[in-house]
C-alpha cells in the first residue's frame, strides 16, 4: 500500500519551454502532497506545500510563479517547470501523506534536463 | 526555521559490522523523526521513524535513537550486509502541524565492503 507515481519519470526539454510533472497517490487520497527538488549528491530541498483545493505553500526562495503547483483532487498534484533554463535542471520528487499522518510516501522522481 | 544536521558525510564499513549515523536538529517543537535510504536515481525509502514519546525504537538490524532534551538521534545498523550500501537521510517534522513538512539532513553515504 500507500504507492505514489510520477509521470513522466524523465523528460528533456529547451531552454524557454515549459515542462508539466504528475505525481499520483495510486492506493490511497493524500490530503498533502509534498515537492522537492534534488541535486546531484545533495539532500532533498522542499520547494512547496500542496493541500487539495488550496493553493500551495512555497519555501523561502522558491519563485511561485516559475514553479506552478495544482492540487486538483486527493490523487492528483502536478508541478509545472515554466520557462525553464539549464539551472533548473534536477531531480524532482513528490511525496505524499495520508491525513494526519506524519509519514511521507515519496514518488519515483522525475529527471529533468534543459537544454 | 528548523535546521537538521547530519554527520558523518561519508562511511565505509566492513560487511558484518555496525554503522552509526548521527543526526542533531535545532527546532525543540519537533516530535516526528524519520530515516530515509535512498539508492542511487531512486525513490527515498522510509526505514524507520520514531515520535518524541519514545526514546529508542528497534526493527530487525536497524534501530534509532532520541534524546530529545539534547536534540539529537541516531541511527544504528547492526549486522551491515553490501545491499545496505546507499544513501541515509534523517529528517525531522513537527507533528499535527505545517501539514507534517520534513527537514532533511544533508545525507551520509554509506557503503558496506564484502
Known amino acids: 500500500g500507500a504507492v505514489v507515481s510520477q509521470h513522466p519519470s524523465w523528460v528533456i526539454c529547451k531552454s524557454g519551454t515549459s515542462v508539466k510533472i504528475e505525481c499520483r497517490s495510486l492506493d490511497f487520497q493524500a490530503t498533502t502532497m509534498f515537492w522537492y527538488r534534488q541535486f546531484p549528491k545533495q539532500s532533498l530541498m522542499l520547494m512547496a506545500t500542496s493541500n487539495e483545493g488550496s493553493k500551495a505553500t512555497y519555501e523561502q526562495g522558491v519563485e511561485k510563479d516559475k514553479f506552478l503547483i495544482n492540487h486538483a483532487s486527493l490523487t492528483l498534484s502536478t508541478l509545472t517547470v515554466t520557462s525553464a533554463h539549464p539551472e533548473d535542471s534536477s531531480f524532482y520528487i513528490c511525496?505524499?501523506?495520508?491525513?494526519?499522518?506524519?509519514?511521507?510516501?515519496f514518488g519515483p522522481g522525475t529527471r529533468l534536463t534543459v537544454l | 526555521g528548523e535546521n537538521v544536521e547530519q554527520h558523518p558525510s561519508t562511511l565505509s564499513v566492513q560487511e558484518g559490522d555496525s554503522a552509526v549515523i548521527k543526526c542533531t536538529y535545532s527546532?525543540?517543537?519537533?516530535?516526528?523523526f524519520p530515516w530515509y535510504k535512498q539508492e542511487l536515481g531512486k525513490r527515498p525509502q522510509l526505514i524507520i521513524d520514531i515520535r518524541s514519546n519514545v526514546g529508542e525504537k528497534k526493527d530487525q538490524r536497524i534501530a534509532v535513537t532520541l534524546n530529545k532534551t539534547a536534540k539529537h538521534f541516531s541511527l544504528h545498523i547492526t549486522e551491515t550486509q553490501p545491499e545496505d550500501s546507499a544513501v541515509y537521510f534523517c529528517a525531522a517534522g513537527e507533528s499535527g502541524t505545517s501539514y507534517g513538512k520534513l527537514t532533511f539532513g544533508q545525507g551520509t553515504i554509506l557503503t558496506v565492503h564484502p
Open positions: 511525496s505524499a501523506s495520508i491525513g494526519a499522518s506524519d509519514t511521507q510516501y
Open positions: 527546532d525543540s517543537a519537533s516530535n516526528y
